[in-house]
């Protein structure tokens, strides 16, 4: 009789084979193209913000010139200077924790320096406690033989607040003694070597409070082993400080010898040699030459005409800007080391004043005959690379003409052009040469010619003052980012959400609501992730993917950008600039923020407020979030911020509209050159999110109906067959087939030999054909124990072998195993007892993996245990066992007979007696005492052997019972 499914022909087969080819084939066509699609989307011409903001070269004008008698002589005093000459050994670093280039200077030059100035900490309102403004130490990675002083400083945002100070020399010397507690504690808690006091633009009126709190404050630090150092302003603002008295009681003095001509100043010089000299003679002639530090400026300034500040340069900024500018050269001014030039933006004039290698060098071979203890210098990220050289030769001896660097390498640099949060790399280095020449008395200036050109970074921003961008990253958040919308509609401001493409395709309907509402999207990568850290083909795709998904969700294309994790308006390294380049390369444009609200943070409702409050003074792009975690926080103090900006008489607007840009551009409607792969790659994101939502319609039904299956289980276990001893024993024919088993025969029949049982009992082995030694070793078993009784047939399966030996049994009650299980001394005690219940025609004993030993076989025997075991313990109750396992299963033999024996059609003939013998009306029990244990599958491909043939054997099973099977696909032969 032929099995059902059974296909001797392989035709079945072969088609399955084909048809599963041809399903596979069009996947991964269709994901190919997907793929294509996202790999190679129209590239757009991004905006060129060079050409928007296009510098002009600027001629005219006149230099200034120093009037009037210079401030320095009020400090200048007659006095012999020392017989050495030279530079002490100190080299102290200014370094910006919060800047990335200051960082970097300081990684790369640590070696080159002893001591390091880091911003500490600030007097609060009060004067009676600090603020530590140094949260990123850590980030710095100092090495261990450099020295760190914290700063207390009362510099606030950039401007100097003398006011604290003030109050704090008003207090009694029992609340400034507080204060210089917790200073010293701070400082030793954090390891530092000393503090270095930074006040300026103190009224002249305190000097006796502060000579008098200075002196206390260096007593207290040297009690503690810490040093006292004090930085000293130049110019009418060194008045307060009474210079006779704090050398006696200041370890260093730090003098800044730069910015003649400052950020508030009008252009001119940052520290010609005539005043560095004269300041330099005035300082050094109080305390001791060891004692002075010597602080040298690295920057430039670039004063914009009608501005009210500078803004602060580094050496490669000056030379992108004179670059972008149509400058052929820069030319240092006769009368002048330091270099300049001028250009235009529109109708505004820009004077450049900068330092670079040669200034340092004219200002180094001027220290030498005054032998002071060190140099300082302020501050990292903003020099010439060529002042380390400079630095490192004139430590040794003089320097000469040829010492000084002629070719200058940008090659790793970024200069900054332009200000505002728009951005636009622009990769393209060039060296340059310095023209070196030597003046009057004996100094030397540079010009540049051919220029250096570094990698640039424009910027641009809003025309308008008093506009303001309010920007959401992370979005949409369908807890946080309604809510924010609700408050945008109901104070009628208008934003600019930067989305990311996973959130985006969960969330469709606020992406609708977004732009329903007035508001703007951005581009901010599909997954998040650090793209510093990543590579370009994966840069692309996290772009390409959230443009095309928010195209089939809108309809409309995104013009802006902003890098996850490096949304800072000045990236320093090649890593930070990549993203950008790439961005622009797939035509979009690169949006920074200057405002930075740090509700990422979480730091408070006020703290948000004061930060857009302090940051709102020189940027007009706020950054906010409206994902990513808790927002909250940002959630209450939106409202607050608007109504400060608001009293500011700021309009809030998109990015587009601050940049004089409309919808149309911004966000311009989708119109693709490639239609069908456009189409396919919007299918294929409107598949994933029907796919997202019934995976958690799935998952929820799936929770609810395990949850109901383990309540089921735990109720059927509560009852189950009684385990009296058995009262009257009856004679049990054990039945074992057997095909080619004779590596584990042998130790099968040990164990059955080794079965204790009160009545009689027979081992019937039937050996189906095979066509190793399984025959022989039974035979040679039979001799030595007479229960056992050997039988040969042609091989004709499994369910025919328990046939044979069903008719040869002499016995009412039937057991049968496998070749490869092996029975305890009580197995076949404790599955036979269930059967004195005369409404049982079955029983399934519990099987448990024998080799567990091999991680496959282990996973297997938790399936055993937690699936089969517990399923069956509750299955008994309601009488719904499927499969009495042929490994180990008791029969009555009567009920067997009635139904024909075993059925041949099927793979699983256990699986297909136990649904007849329910048909027929038989209680089938479990046995949970009575164990076998068997080999499982230790190997993937004997696994899914197994595994296929308890698939076609359940399903040829229910097309033989199920009348769904029958009507459908017709009654088959065989068991009615």
Request: charged share 25%; with cysteine.
């Amino acid at each position: 009789m032929a099995k059902i499914f059974l296909d001797p022909s392989g035709r079945r087969q072969k088609k399955l084979a084909v048809g599963l080819f041809g399903v596979l084939l069009v996947v991964v066509i269709f994901i190919g193209a997907f793929w294509f699609d996202l790999e190679n989307l129209p590239i757009r011409t991004a905006p060129d913000l060079a050409a928007l903001n296009r510098l002009a070269p600027e001629t005219q004008g006149v230099l200034p010139a120093l009037v009037g008698e210079p401030v320095w002589k009020k400090w200048w005093r007659s006095k012999t200077q020392s017989s050495a000459s030279g530079l002490g050994p100190i080299r102290l670093g200014f370094v910006d924790p919060e800047d990335g280039g200051s960082r970097i200077s300081l990684q790369t030059h640590a070696g080159s320096l002893t001591h390091l100035a880091v911003p500490g900490w600030v007097l609060d309102e009060t004067g009676k406690k600090l603020e530590p403004q140094s949260d990123d130490l850590e980030e710095l990675a100092l090495p261990a033989r450099l020295q760190w002083m914290p700063v207390l400083s009362n510099d606030a945002g950039g401007k100097r607040e003398p006011e604290p100070v003030e109050t704090l020399l008003r207090l009694r010397e029992s609340d400034q003694a507080k204060l210089m507690q917790e200073l010293v504690e701070q400082a030793q808690r954090e390891r530092a070597h000393g503090v270095l006091v930074d006040w300026g633009e103190i009224d002249p009126s305190f000097r006796d409070s502060l000579k008098s709190f200075l002196g206390r404050l260096g007593t207290s630090l040297h009690a503690n082993g810490l040093e006292f150092w004090v930085n000293l302003p130049v110019g009418r603002e060194l008045e307060v400080f009474d210079l006779d008295s704090l050398s006696q009681q200041a370890d260093r003095m730090v003098v800044m010898l730069h910015d003649e001509t400052g950020e508030f100043d009008s252009p001119g010089p940052i520290a010609s040699l005539d005043w560095f000299e004269g300041w330099l003679k005035a300082m050094m002639s109080y305390g001791k030459p060891e004692q002075w530090i010597i602080s040298l400026g690295l920057h430039g300034y670039d004063w914009a005409q009608g501005s009210e500040q500078a803004e602060t340069l580094g050496f490669y900024d000056a030379l992108a800007r004179a670059h972008w500018a149509g400058l052929p050269r820069i030319e240092a001014p006769w009368h002048s080391d330091q270099p300049h030039f001028a250009y235009r933006e529109g109708k505004q004039r820009h004077d450049v004043w900068f330092l670079d290698a040669v200034t340092l060098a004219n200002q180094m071979e001027i220290l030498k005959p005054y032998s002071p203890g060190g140099i300082g210098l302020w501050k990292l990220g903003l020099e010439d690379h060529d002042i380390w050289k400079v630095m490192e030769v004139a430590g040794k001896r003089d320097l000469q003409l040829a010492d000084l660097p002629r070719t200058v390498h940008p090659t790793g640099t970024i200069g900054d052009v332009g200000d505002g949060d728009a951005l636009a790399p622009y990769l393209d280095e060039k060296e340059g040469l310095r023209n070196l020449a030597v003046m009057g008395d004996g100094r030397w200036r540079a010009g540049y010619d051919p220029l250096p050109q570094p990698a640039s970074v424009i910027h641009s921003g809003g025309s308008h003052p008093n506009q303001v961008a309010l920007t959401f990253d992370d979005g949409p958040d369908p807890e946080w980012t309604p809510q924010i919308l609700d408050i945008l509609k109901k104070e009628k401001v208008s934003a600019t959400f930067f989305v990311v493409g996973e959130r985006a395709e969960s969330e469709p309907g606020l992406i609708h609501r977004i732009l329903e509402e007035g508001h703007e999207l951005g581009n901010h990568t599909f997954t998040h992730p650090n793209l510093s850290k990543t590579s370009e083909g994966q840069i692309r795709l996290e772009l390409n993917a959230t443009q095309r998904l928010l195209e089939g969700i809108t309809g409309r294309s995104l013009l802006f950008f902003r890098p996850p994790y490096n949304a800072d308006s000045n990236p320093q390294t090649a890593a930070e600039l990549r993203p950008l380049r790439i961005a622009r390369q797939l035509g979009y444009l690169t949006i920074g923020q200057s405002v930075d609200s740090r509700d990422w943070e979480r730091p408070g409702v006020e703290s948000i407020l004061e930060a857009v409050k302090e940051g709102r003074e020189h940027g007009q792009t706020i950054l906010f979030h409206d994902a990513g975690g808790d927002r909250e926080q940002t959630v209450e103090a939106l409202p607050l911020v608007i109504r400060y900006l608001r009293s500011r008489g700021d309009e809030m607007v998109t990015v587009g509209t601050l940049l004089g840009m409309g919808p149309a551009e911004t966000m311009p409607y989708w119109s693709s050159e490639k239609p069908v792969l456009a189409w396919l790659s919007r299918f294929v994101f409107w598949l994933w999110r029907m796919f997202e939502r019934s995976l958690g319609t799935l998952l929820v039904l799936t929770t609810t109906l395990l949850g109901l299956r383990v309540l089921m289980v735990w109720w059927g276990s509560r009852s189950s067959f009684p385990r009296e001893d058995l009262k009257t024993p009856r004679g049990v024919s054990v039945i074992l087939p057997a095909y080619n088993e004779a590596r584990v025969l042998r130790e099968t029949l040990r164990c059955l030999a080794r079965t204790k049982y009160p009545g009689p009992l027979e081992f019937i082995v039937v050996d189906d054909g095979s066509t190793d030694s399984t025959l022989a070793l039974a035979r040679e078993f039979a001799q030595e124990d007479k229960r056992f009784t050997v039988l040969h047939q042609s091989n004709r399966g499994k369910a025919a072998a328990l046939n044979r030996g069903l008719a040869v049994s002499q016995h009412p009650w039937v057991v049968t195993l496998d070749a490869d299980t092996h029975f305890q001394e009580s197995t076949v005690l404790f599955l036979v007892r269930c059967l004195e219940d005369p409404s049982v025609g079955a029983v399934s004993g519990r099987v448990r993996v024998g080799n567990r030993c091999k991680f496959l076989s282990s996973l297997q025997e938790l399936e055993y245990s937690a699936g089969f075991h517990l399923d069956r313990v509750a299955y008994a109750r309601w009488n719904c066992i499927t499969v009495v396992p042929g490994a180990i299963s008791a029969l009555r033999k009567s009920a067997l007979q009635s139904l024909g024996g075993f059925s041949e059609d099927t793979m699983a003939e256990d699986a297909d007696l136990t649904l007849a013998l329910h048909r027929d009306g038989w209680r089938i029990a479990y046995a949970a005492e009575a164990v076998a244990h068997t080999e499982a599958p230790s190997h993937p491909g004997a696994l899914l052997r197994q595994r296929r043939r308890w698939t076609y054997g359940t399903s040829g099973c229910a097309w033989c019972t199920d009348p769904c099977w029958r009507r459908r696909f017709g009654r088959p032969s065989g068991r009615p």
